[in-house]
């Protein structure tokens, strides 16, 4: 079974900062993606970035980008010039690249971040 | 992607009492959505796999005839709290699966007093 880590239970940066949140997991499988989810106040699901466990290269999505050290099994959030709006519950999930239907994501139990003006 | 809704959003039951929660896939055919529960403060539980047309897979632990899912059709699946209980107060979010990641619905809070 996938487990996945968040060791930071709660963060917080000032406006205009930069901030890394960290995640770990454990798998045997060798083929899968990581995400980054965010939630809001508002409770919806958002995602802010994917990663394909083939591919090398960091995903980025405009201020936010991960480093996957793939060996290390770690997957760390940057959010770059951090704005009042970041301020949410962040997860990280794991999902193996089974095929069919078995799409299950495995969260971590997430890290509540405050943006502070 | 695909935009998933969820009616009610809000719903309060007296115990005892069932009540039915639907997910709905929009703009996508979805053949599989997930159940999830969330407590305050929590991460998201999976609770269950809906695949359209067949029986929901149920997570270790939750009651299948306690949350009764259907996904009849490629747009809907429903989830019905039966004889719910105080303890079944919490916030439940479906999802969809579309390509390459799983989309969200705004989550139902349900409340039993």
């Known amino acids: 079974a996938q487990t996945v880590t968040q060791s930071q239970p709660e963060m917080s940066v000032q406006e205009a900062e930069t901030v890394t949140l960290s995640c770990t997991y454990d798998?045997?499988?060798?083929?899968?993606?990581l995400f980054w989810y965010k939630q809001p106040p508002s409770r919806q699901m958002i995602l802010v970035i994917r990663?394909?466990?083939?591919?090398?290269q960091n995903a980025t999505e405009n201020r936010f980008s991960v480093n996957f050290q793939k060996a290390a099994k770690s997957f760390s959030l940057k959010i770059s010039d951090s704005q009042l709006g970041d301020t949410a519950m962040y997860f990280c999930a794991f999902m193996k690249h089974s095929g069919g239907s078995n799409y299950k994501l495995t969260f971590g139990k997430g890290t509540l971040l405050t943006v502070n003006p | 992607g695909a935009v998933v809704s969820q009616h009610p959003s809000r719903v309060i039951c007296k115990s005892g009492t069932s009540v039915k929660i639907e997910c709905r896939s929009l703009d996508f055919q979805a053949t599989t959505m997930f159940w999830y529960r969330q407590f305050p403060k929590q991460s998201l539980m999976l609770m269950a796999t809906?695949?359209?047309?067949?029986?929901?897979?149920?997570e270790q632990g939750v009651e299948k005839d306690k949350f009764l899912i259907n996904h009849a059709s490629l747009t809907l699946s429903t989830l019905t709290v039966t004889s719910a209980h105080p303890e079944d107060s919490s916030f439940y979010i479906c999802?969809?699966?579309?390509?390459?990641?799983?989309?969200f619905g705004p989550g139902t809070r349900l409340t039993v007093t």
């Open positions: 809906s695949n359209e047309g067949s029986k929901a897979t149920y």
């Open positions: 999802s969809v699966w579309g390509p390459y990641e799983q989309y």
């Open positions: 798998t045997s499988e060798n083929n899968y993606y």
């Open positions: 990663q394909e466990a083939y591919k090398q």
